[in-house]
T-cell receptor
Framework: AQSVTQLDSHVSVSEGTPVLLRCNYS??????LFWYVQHPNKGLQLLLK??????LVKGINGFEAEFKKSETSFHLTKPSAHMSDAAEYFC?????????FGSGTRLSIRP | DAGVIQSPRHEVTEMGQEVTLRCKPI?????LFWYRQTMMRGLELLIY????????DSGMPEDRFSAKMPNASFSTLKIQPSEPRDSAVYFC????????????FGPGTRLTVL
């Protein structure tokens, strides 16, 4: 069965420093991959989506993710963290007609 | 576009009572998904519909849970009877097509069963 592994349940960075949230997928082919963000007491919002075009995907709010087939990874990065980036982030992989989500990574930003 | 609309936003009920959660997907979207989110189990897919037909309900916890989609603009998730362990945030999401297209999430319903 397909699965998505988010390697860190919690990441804490200082404001202005880079962010790296790690995600590994399980498909042997090139799936559609997603990153969603969930702010407190809100629904999930799409950050970016990979669909076998360019391997580097740019999303909203300065986030981007790189698809690496050899590593089955789709890590999310941002060069400089902002206080407003504090949220829960979910990686997802397409599976038939649904998305398999990882367990989430909580991102904290230190002033 | 109003986005996915869920009601109520908050529901507090007593054990044994029937609970009905409602969802209006984005107009023109053909797939609808119900999720449950808890601290312990994270985000779980309960059931999804395509063109108003339930496609996969393998995530529905037990017979106390049922979902319907009588038309393209409305879906319900019902819990009868409710139990304290059903306390969670329930999200509805919709997408244009059936092939794992981008899902748009509603704001969620926070259910508390006492």
């Amino acid at each position: 069965a397909q699965s998505v592994t988010q390697l860190d349940s919690h990441v804490s960075v200082s404001e202005g420093t880079p962010v790296l949230l790690r995600c590994n997928y399980s498909s042997s082919y090139s799936p559609s991959l997603f990153w969603y963000v969930q702010h407190p007491n809100k629904g999930l919002q799409l950050l970016l989506k990979y669909t076998s075009a360019a391997t580097l995907v740019k999303g909203i709010n300065g986030f981007e993710a790189e698809f690496k087939k050899s590593e089955t990874s789709f890590h999310l990065t941002k060069p400089s963290a902002h206080m407003s980036d504090a949220a829960e982030y979910f990686c997802g992989e397409s599976s038939a007609s649904k998305i398999i989500f990882g367990s989430g990574t909580r991102l904290s930003i230190r002033p | 576009d109003a986005g996915v609309i869920q009601s109520p936003r908050h529901e507090v009920t007593e054990m044994g009572q029937e609970v009905t959660l409602r969802c209006k997907p984005i107009s023109g979207h053909n797939s609808l998904f119900w999720y449950r989110q808890t601290m312990m189990r994270g985000l779980e897919l309960l059931i999804y519909f395509n063109n108003n037909v339930p496609i996969d309900d393998s995530g529905m916890p037990e017979d106390r849970f049922s979902a319907k989609m009588p038309n393209a603009s409305f879906s319900t998730l019902k819990i009868q009877p409710s139990e304290p362990r059903d306390s969670a945030v329930y999200f509805c999401a919709s997408s244009v097509g059936p092939n794992a297209d981008t899902q748009y999430f509603g704001p969620g319903t926070r259910l508390t069963v006492l």
